[in-house]
């Protein structure tokens, strides 16, 4: 396994774990989305730089997601009413 | 549905009626009740087209600014003004790439709703030594059409352009409304209660070659449909940062430079934003709108699939499941993300009582406050009844699939049982035709 393909797979492990903990359901489907949608989409990339720029990109949202669960946690409302019904989700 | 209490000439009497409505109330009273189940956590959000939740993305950016960088943008004589202009032109940038501007054309302002004023206003005012006659129509927002009202009072003629039943305006009539006194054109690009996108590239090249200014309200627009400004030949244009994810209090308004369109300033004071809006910029919020315009550039594809994805699920589900149901506008020329549904024989507030666990919303947020039929649906030759039934459910880039189906559900079930109250659907089924009853007032 190249060293670049293991990069890849920690970040976006890394990412789907630190998306997990974001306490507003909308912005936690969103991120869960957006991050496996993004992956997804890239993942037959072959362009040197464009990887690179991608996984620059990553890391970038990466420390975002940390910065914002921090804040999140601190303001976090009451559940929504869907999350009661559903408390399990994908 | 109180509101039609009253006398059913010449198919029920009077006495049937109240018998009517009083068998509905209480007979069966769990069935009926208002409030009949009470539900825990908070309501969904969908109201799109009212505001957006900001951006996780977007908060991240504006952080600094509101913490360590707290310099004023226009402070020349240190670094921490300059870290701050730095941080201001490049949100200007970034708003002026999403419409394909010049970053010198971008003002900011507090929101759309002073950026018409100011383009409305501003650019009657200006040439009103010679030309002294504006054309808008009848869906705008309440402010272009108030700053129209204003601009009425002080000896301007206004043609408030009406539109057809699918709420959009016709070229011919627009070119018909043009004559050699008109200064200013301003039509929005998508309606905020309805959705529909008017033909704004054709509005363009019809006032570029008339030599009139055209100004369009994009507040519900911007960051969701491709916006280019050279290529539509926009000469103003109002953006709004709150409804793309970035903070509320800001906006701005694009100004064409070549050729140049003159504005007289509203606001009086150190002459910033090239003397067209006075006061010191708030920092914080213009690296939010920013941040904002750049995420949407760079995620308009992907949330308008999510949007087309999410409104054919709601409108499937109800429309597989209730009969009746309009759709307010045109559906080939709207934006997926705003879809305003009238349930007919169903008053609107009744369901947005009833459906309290969603926050929904009968029109726009500007006038939910009365209970007034929205303007923009008689504009578009809505029935009374109808205008009054009308819901209008707005998804956004934070909305799921869990919460349409949570809401198709609630409201499938909902207008069903109030349907089931109303005397009116009971007509209907029974074959009569409500608009040959004469009603009576007593």
């Known amino acids: ?90 | 549905m109180y509101r039609y209490c009253k006398n059913i000439c010449g198919v029920i009497s009077r006495n049937q009626y109240v018998s009517n409505l009083f068998h509905c109330k209480y007979s069966t009273e769990n069935k009926f009740n208002m409030h009949e189940k009470t539900f825990e956590g908070r309501p969904l959000y969908l109201d799109a087209q009212a505001t957006t939740p900001m951006d996780p993305r977007v908060l991240d950016a504006m952080l600094p600014y509101m913490t360590a960088y707290y310099g004023n943008p226009h402070s020349r004589t240190h670094a921490y003004g300059w870290e701050t202009e730095k941080a201001v032109e490049e949100a200007r940038m970034k708003v002026a790439r999403l419409i394909g501007a010049d970053p010198k054309e971008i003002i900011f302002t507090s929101g759309a709703t002073e950026s018409n004023n100011i383009a409305v206003k501003g650019v009657a005012r200006f040439y009103s030594s010679k030309k002294k006659h504006v054309i808008t129509t009848q869906t705008e927002h309440k402010c272009v059409l108030d700053s129209c009202r204003i601009l009425e009072s002080e000896g301007f003629s206004v043609t408030y352009l009406p539109v057809n039943n699918k709420g959009i305006v016709s070229i011919e009539e627009l070119e018909r409304a043009i004559t050699p006194e008109t200064s200013l054109v301003s039509v929005m690009t998508v309606n905020n209660e309805i959705g529909v996108q008017q033909p704004i590239q054709e509005i363009g090249k019809l006032c570029k070659a008339k030599k009139v200014f055209f100004h369009t309200d994009a507040a519900q627009a911007i960051g969701k449909i491709p916006i280019d400004v050279q290529s539509m030949n926009i000469d103003l244009m109002s953006i709004s940062g709150h409804k793309i994810y970035g903070p509320k209090g800001i906006g701005a308004l694009y100004v064409r430079r070549r050729p140049r369109v003159r504005v007289e300033p509203i606001q009086s004071g150190g002459g910033q934003e090239r003397g067209l809006r006075s006061g010191t910029l708030p920092a914080p919020l213009v690296v939010g709108l920013g941040e904002a315009c750049w995420i949407a550039e760079k995620e308009m594809q992907y949330d308008h699939q999510w949007m087309v994805k999410l409104s054919s699920r709601l409108l499937d589900k109800i429309y597989g499941s209730l009969t009746h149901v309009i759709r307010n506008g045109d559906p080939n020329h709207s934006y997926p993300g705003c879809v305003n549904l009238s349930f007919a024989y169903v008053e609107g507030e009744s369901l947005l009582m009833a459906l309290k666990d969603v926050a929904l919303s009968s029109g726009s947020a500007c006038t939910s406050a009365s209970l007034e039929p929205s303007y923009v649906l008689r504009a578009i030759g809505a029935d009374e009844d109808l205008a009054h039934s009308s819901i209008r459910f707005g998804f956004g880039r934070f909305t799921t699939q869990e919460e349409v189906d949570y809401t198709a559900q609630r409201c499938i079930h909902h207008v069903k049982r109030l349907r089931e109250m109303s005397p009116l659907w009971e007509m209907v089924q029974e074959g009569v035709d409500l608009k040959s009853i004469q009603w009576s007032q007593h």
């Open chain 1, 1 to 90: 396994m190249s060293s670049t393909r293991i990069e890849v797979l920690n970040l976006y492990k890394y990412m789907l774990k630190e998306a997990k903990k974001i306490p507003a359901y909308n912005f936690r489907n969103y991120a869960l989305r957006r991050i496996k949608d993004s992956f997804r989409e890239n993942k037959n990339i072959d362009d040197p730089d464009l990887i690179s720029s991608c996984i620059a990109e990553a890391r970038k949202n990466l420390d975002i997601l940390r910065r914002q669960v921090v804040i999140a946690s601190m303001y976090s409302t009451e559940k929504l009413v869907i999350e009661h019904i559903q408390p399990k989700e994908s």
